[in-house]
C-alpha cells in the first residue's frame, strides 16, 4: 500500500469543520428537546404537590371568590368560605395565619388537627361503608375453602389421580379471578363514568350477591364455574373503587389510615368466611337437598353485600366525581355534609379543583401516559418495584393457606371439623395481626417490614412443608398447624399491607392511576395463576412440595426487595423523584452492600458504616467551599 503524502485542502478542511459543526448544533438541539422534556417532567411533582405553593393572600381570596361565582356556589356565606378556604388550601397547617375566621371555624381547625379521628357522624358511615366492603371481598374469597371438601365431591371431580378433575378443580375455584385480571378490573373506569363511586359499589356489591346466591344453587362444576365466574364482576371494580372513594371523602389527616385499614377489613372478612364454614359443617341434607351444608356457605357471603347495598346510598358521592362532571355545586353539597364547617368544605373543594385544573394542563409533548411509564426512567424503577411487591404478594403463599388450607390441613391428616377449625385460627391471626402495620407501616417502614419478613415467611413455609414427614400423627398435625400460624403471623404486618400502600405512593401522580391500574391487575392475574395451578402443583408435588415452591419464591423475594425495592416511608413527591432517580445498578449495587454490612455488624459484631445512597438536595447545596470532613465537625453519617 501506498501511502499519500498530499495534505487536505482548505475546501476539505473546511467541508469538515462545517460537518462537525452541525453535529455538534444537531446533537445540542436533541439534547435541548429532552432537557425540556425532562425539565417539564420534574416539575410535574412539584406542580401537583401544591399548585397554590407561590400564591400571596389576596390572591388566593380573590381565585376563591372566582371560583364561587363562576359555578354558582351559594350565596355570601358561601363565598366568604371560598376566600377563607382558598387560603388556609395553600397550607392547612397554617391555619392560624389566616385572617378572618371566626373563634368557632378556629377551633374546628385546630380540632382538626391535634384529634384526627374527631369526625362528623356521616363520615364515620363512609369508614363503616368502606369498611363492611373490604370485609365482602375477604368473605366472597374464603367461604369456598371449606366448601370445596363438600362440593368437589359431588360434583364429580375430587379425584386428585386423575389430571382432568386436579385440573377442573383449580379453574372452578380460580374464575373470579380470572374475571377480575381479564375482564372486572377493566370495567372499573366505566362504570365509574356512568354510575358514579356510589352506584358502582352498589352494582358490585349487587353482583355479589346475586353470584354468592347463584353458588349456592349450582348442581354441577360448569355451573359452579359460571356463578364464580360472575362473582368476579363484583369483586374487581369494587376492590379498585372503595379506595379511591374512601381518599375522594376522608380528610388528609385520616386518609392514609383508611388506606391501611381496606387489608385489615378484608383480613376481618376472610376470618368470616371461616367462620361460616366452621358454623355450617355440621348441618345435614334435609327437605331432599344434597350439600345443603356447602350451599350454605357459599350463600353466606352474600349477607354484607346485601348490607353494603342498602346503606350506600345514605352515603354522599364523592365530590371529586362530581367535579370530574362538571357539577361543582353538587360537589360542594356533598363535601358541607362530610366537614363540620363550611369553611372546610371550600378548602378541600378548591383545592381539589385547583388540583384537577394542573393535571389537565399537565401534557409531556411527544408521549402517551403509557409509554411514559416504560420510557422515562423514573416512572420505570416505580413500576419494576410496584410489580415485585404485588407479584410477591400471591408467590408468598398466603392465597394457597386463604384458599385451600382446609383440603391441606386435611391432607396432613386433621379431620374435616378440625381442618376448618384450623382454618378459622389462621383467620384470625391474619386479622389481628394486620393491625399493627397501622403503625409499623410509617416507623418502621416498607422496605424494612419486608426484608424482614420475607426470610421469616421462607423458613416458616420450609418447617411447615417438611412437617408432612414427620411419622406421629400428633406432632404432625401440631407442626403443621404451627408453620401455617407462624407464617401468619408475620405475612400480615408485612407483605399483607405493603404492595398496595407501596404501590399508590411510588408513582408520579400524573400517571398514578395508570400505574395502580396496572398494579390491581397484577395481584388478580398472579391470584388467578396460584389458584389454578395449587391443586396440580399439591398432587404432582404432595403438600411438602407445594409448601417448598413457595418458600422457595419467599427467598427469591428476600433478594428482589434488597436489590430493585427502594424504600419510600415518609417521602414527599419531590423526594421520591429523588430516591426513583437513582439507577437501578447503582441501588442494586448498594443493596449487597447492605447484606454485607448487615452481616458484619450484627452477625460477626464487626465496627462498620454504611454509605448513603441518597443525599438530599438542601444537603448537597449547603456544601459550599467548606470541604471539612464531617467526623471533625462532631457527627458521622
Same mark, same amino acid.
Given at each position: 500500500?501506498?501511502?499519500?503524502?498530499?495534505?487536505?485542502?482548505?475546501?476539505?478542511?473546511?467541508?469538515?469543520?462545517?460537518?462537525?459543526?452541525?453535529?455538534?448544533?444537531?446533537?445540542?438541539?436533541?439534547?435541548?428537546?429532552?432537557?425540556?422534556?425532562?425539565?417539564?417532567?420534574?416539575?410535574?411533582?412539584?406542580?401537583?404537590?401544591?399548585?397554590?405553593?407561590?400564591?400571596?393572600?389576596?390572591?388566593?381570596?380573590?381565585?376563591?371568590?372566582?371560583?364561587?361565582?363562576?359555578?354558582?356556589?351559594?350565596?355570601?356565606?358561601?363565598?366568604?368560605?371560598?376566600?377563607?378556604?382558598?387560603?388556609?388550601?395553600?397550607?392547612?397547617?397554617?391555619?392560624?395565619?389566616?385572617?378572618?375566621?371566626?373563634?368557632?371555624?378556629?377551633?374546628?381547625?385546630?380540632?382538626?388537627?391535634?384529634?384526627?379521628?374527631?369526625?362528623?357522624?356521616?363520615?364515620?358511615?363512609?369508614?363503616?361503608?368502606?369498611?363492611?366492603?373490604?370485609?365482602?371481598?375477604?368473605?366472597?374469597?374464603?367461604?369456598?375453602?371449606?366448601?370445596?371438601?363438600?362440593?368437589?365431591?359431588?360434583?364429580?371431580?375430587?379425584?386428585?389421580?386423575?389430571?382432568?378433575?386436579?385440573?377442573?378443580?383449580?379453574?372452578?375455584?380460580?374464575?373470579?379471578?380470572?374475571?377480575?385480571?381479564?375482564?372486572?378490573?377493566?370495567?372499573?373506569?366505566?362504570?365509574?363514568?356512568?354510575?358514579?363511586?356510589?352506584?358502582?359499589?352498589?352494582?358490585?356489591?349487587?353482583?355479589?350477591?346475586?353470584?354468592?346466591?347463584?353458588?349456592?344453587?349450582?348442581?354441577?362444576?360448569?355451573?359452579?364455574?359460571?356463578?364464580?365466574?360472575?362473582?368476579?364482576?363484583?369483586?374487581?371494580?369494587?376492590?379498585?373503587?372503595?379506595?379511591?372513594?374512601?381518599?375522594?371523602?376522608?380528610?388528609?389527616?385520616?386518609?392514609?389510615?383508611?388506606?391501611?385499614?381496606?387489608?385489615?377489613?378484608?383480613?376481618?372478612?376472610?376470618?368470616?368466611?371461616?367462620?361460616?364454614?366452621?358454623?355450617?359443617?355440621?348441618?345435614?341434607? &334435609?327437605?331432599?337437598? !344434597?350439600? %345443603?351444608?356447602?350451599?350454605?356457605?357459599?350463600?353466606? =357471603? $352474600? /349477607?354484607?353485600?346485601? *348490607? @353494603?347495598?342498602?346503606?350506600?346510598?345514605?352515603?354522599?358521592?364523592?365530590?371529586?366525581?362530581?367535579?370530574?362532571?362538571?357539577?361543582?355545586?353538587?360537589?360542594?353539597?356533598?363535601?358541607?355534609?362530610?366537614?363540620?364547617?363550611?369553611?372546610?368544605?371550600?378548602?378541600?373543594?378548591?383545592?381539589?379543583?385547583?388540583?384537577?385544573?394542573?393535571?389537565?394542563?399537565?401534557?409531556?409533548?411527544? &408521549?402517551?401516559?403509557? !409509554?411514559? %411509564?416504560?420510557?422515562?426512567?423514573?416512572?420505570?424503577? =416505580? $413500576? /419494576?418495584?410496584?410489580? *415485585? @411487591?404485588?407479584?410477591?404478594?400471591?408467590?408468598?403463599?398466603?392465597?394457597?393457606?386463604?384458599?385451600?388450607?382446609?383440603?391441606?390441613?386435611?391432607?396432613?391428616?386433621?379431620?374435616?371439623?378440625?381442618?376448618?377449625?384450623?382454618?378459622?385460627?389462621?383467620?384470625?391471626?391474619?386479622?389481628?395481626?394486620?393491625?399493627?402495620?397501622?403503625?409499623?407501616?410509617?416507623?418502621?417502614?416498607?422496605?424494612?417490614?419486608?426484608? !424482614?419478613?420475607?426470610?421469616?415467611?421462607?423458613?416458616?413455609?420450609?418447617?411447615?412443608?417438611?412437617?408432612?414427614?414427620?411419622?406421629?400423627?400428633?406432632?404432625?398435625?401440631?407442626?403443621?398447624?404451627?408453620?401455617?400460624?407462624?407464617?401468619?403471623?408475620?405475612?400480615?404486618?408485612?407483605?399483607?399491607?405493603?404492595?398496595?400502600?407501596?404501590?399508590?405512593?411510588?408513582?408520579?401522580?400524573?400517571?398514578?392511576?395508570?400505574?395502580?391500574?396496572?398494579?390491581?391487575?397484577?395481584?388478580?392475574?398472579?391470584?388467578?395463576?396460584?389458584?389454578? !395451578?395449587?391443586?396440580?402443583?399439591?398432587?404432582?408435588?404432595?403438600?411438602?412440595?407445594?409448601?417448598?415452591?413457595?418458600?422457595?419464591?419467599?427467598?427469591?423475594?428476600?433478594?428482589?426487595?434488597?436489590?430493585?425495592?427502594?424504600?419510600?416511608?415518609?417521602?414527599?413527591?419531590?423526594?421520591?423523584?429523588?430516591?426513583?432517580?437513582?439507577?437501578?445498578?447503582?441501588?442494586?449495587?448498594?443493596?449487597?452492600?447492605?447484606?454485607?454490612?448487615?452481616?458484619?455488624?450484627?452477625?460477626?459484631?464487626?465496627?462498620?458504616?454504611?454509605?448513603?445512597?441518597?443525599?438530599?438536595?438542601?444537603?448537597?447545596?449547603?456544601?459550599?467551599?467548606?470541604?471539612?470532613?464531617?467526623?471533625?465537625?462532631?457527627?458521622?453519617?
Amino acid at each position: 500500500m501506498v501511502e499519500s503524502d498530499r495534505s487536505p485542502s482548505s475546501d476539505e478542511i473546511t467541508n469538515v469543520e462545517h460537518d462537525t459543526r452541525n453535529h455538534s448544533v444537531a446533537q445540542e438541539r436533541r439534547s435541548s428537546v429532552v432537557d425540556a422534556k425532562e425539565k417539564l417532567r420534574s416539575n410535574t411533582n412539584a406542580k401537583l404537590a401544591n399548585p397554590l405553593a407561590y400564591e400571596t393572600p389576596e390572591e388566593l381570596r380573590q381565585k376563591g371568590r372566582t371560583y364561587a361565582k363562576k359555578h354558582f356556589v351559594g350565596g355570601e356565606e358561601d363565598i366568604r368560605a371560598f376566600e377563607l378556604g382558598a387560603c388556609l388550601a395553600q397550607d392547612p397547617l397554617k391555619w392560624d395565619k389566616v385572617q378572618g375566621l371566626t373563634p368557632e371555624e378556629r377551633a374546628v381547625l385546630e380540632k382538626e388537627m391535634t384529634s384526627r379521628w374527631s369526625q362528623p357522624r356521616l363520615m364515620y358511615l363512609v369508614i363503616i361503608l368502606c369498611s363492611t366492603c373490604a370485609a365482602v371481598q375477604g368473605m366472597d374469597e374464603t367461604v369456598v375453602n371449606g366448601a370445596q371438601v363438600f362440593y368437589l365431591p359431588q360434583f364429580g371431580i375430587a379425584d386428585t389421580e386423575d389430571q382432568r378433575q386436579v385440573w377442573l378443580t383449580g379453574l372452578v375455584n380460580s374464575a373470579p379471578y380470572l374475571c377480575c385480571a381479564f375482564i372486572g378490573c377493566w370495567l372499573t373506569v366505566p362504570f365509574n363514568n356512568v354510575f358514579g363511586r356510589r352506584g358502582t359499589i352498589f352494582v358490585s356489591c349487587l353482583f355479589s350477591a346475586i353470584a354468592c346466591f347463584w353458588q349456592a344453587f349450582t348442581n354441577s362444576w360448569w355451573g359452579m364455574f359460571i356463578a364464580r365466574f360472575a362473582l368476579g364482576f363484583g369483586i374487581g371494580p369494587k376492590s379498585a373503587t372503595v379506595p379511591v372513594f374512601a381518599a375522594e371523602t376522608t380528610p388528609p389527616a385520616i386518609r392514609g389510615a383508611l388506606v391501611m385499614q381496606w387489608q385489615m377489613w378484608t383480613a376481618f372478612g376472610i376470618m368470616v368466611g371461616y367462620a361460616a364454614d366452621l358454623a355450617f359443617f355440621p348441618v345435614t341434607d &334435609r327437605y331432599q337437598v !344434597t350439600g %345443603l351444608n356447602w350451599r350454605l356457605m357459599m350463600g353466606s =357471603a $352474600m /349477607l354484607p353485600a346485601v *348490607i @353494603v347495598c342498602c346503606f350506600v346510598f345514605m352515603c354522599p358521592e364523592s365530590p371529586r366525581w362530581y367535579m370530574s362532571k362538571g357539577r361543582h355545586y353538587k360537589a360542594y353539597e356533598s363535601m358541607v355534609r362530610l366537614r363540620y364547617n363550611r369553611v372546610q368544605a371550600a378548602r378541600d373543594i378548591f383545592y381539589m379543583n385547583t388540583l384537577l385544573e394542573a393535571e389537565e394542563s399537565i401534557v409531556i409533548q411527544g &408521549r402517551f401516559k403509557i !409509554t411514559e %411509564l416504560v420510557v422515562v426512567p423514573r416512572n420505570r424503577r =416505580a $413500576m /419494576l418495584a410496584s410489580e *415485585i @411487591v404485588m407479584f410477591l404478594q400471591q408467590f408468598c403463599g398466603v392465597n394457597v393457606i386463604a384458599y385451600y388450607s382446609t383440603t391441606l390441613f386435611i391432607d396432613g391428616g386433621f379431620s374435616n371439623q378440625s381442618a376448618l377449625a384450623a382454618s378459622f385460627g389462621f383467620g384470625i391471626i391474619n386479622w389481628l395481626f394486620a393491625i399493627p402495620a397501622i403503625y409499623t407501616i410509617d416507623t418502621f417502614g416498607r422496605r424494612n417490614l419486608l426484608l !424482614t419478613t420475607f426470610p421469616l415467611m421462607s423458613l416458616f413455609l420450609f418447617f411447615t412443608a417438611f412437617s408432612y414427614y414427620i411419622p406421629n400423627d400428633e406432632a404432625r398435625i401440631g407442626c403443621i398447624t404451627l408453620g401455617i400460624y407462624l407464617f401468619g403471623i408475620v405475612y400480615s404486618p408485612g407483605e399483607g399491607p405493603v404492595p398496595f400502600t407501596y404501590s399508590a405512593e411510588a408513582y408520579p401522580l400524573y400517571i398514578r392511576s395508570l400505574g395502580m391500574s396496572l398494579a390491581t391487575a397484577t395481584t388478580w392475574f398472579f391470584n388467578f395463576i396460584l389458584s389454578v !395451578t395449587l391443586p396440580q402443583l399439591n398432587a404432582a408435588f404432595t403438600p411438602t412440595g407445594a409448601f417448598g415452591w413457595y418458600a422457595g419464591w419467599n427467598f427469591i423475594g428476600i433478594w428482589l426487595i434488597l436489590l430493585f425495592v427502594p424504600e419510600t416511608k415518609g417521602l414527599s413527591l419531590e423526594e421520591l423523584d429523588q430516591v426513583f432517580s437513582v439507577p437501578t445498578h447503582t441501588h442494586a449495587a448498594w443493596g449487597i452492600k447492605s447484606f454485607m454490612y448487615f452481616i458484619k455488624r450484627y452477625i460477626l459484631f464487626q465496627h462498620c458504616e454504611l454509605e448513603e445512597l441518597y443525599t438530599r438536595e438542601e444537603e448537597a447545596e449547603d456544601v459550599g467551599y467548606d470541604q471539612t470532613p464531617e467526623k471533625e465537625k462532631g457527627h458521622v453519617r
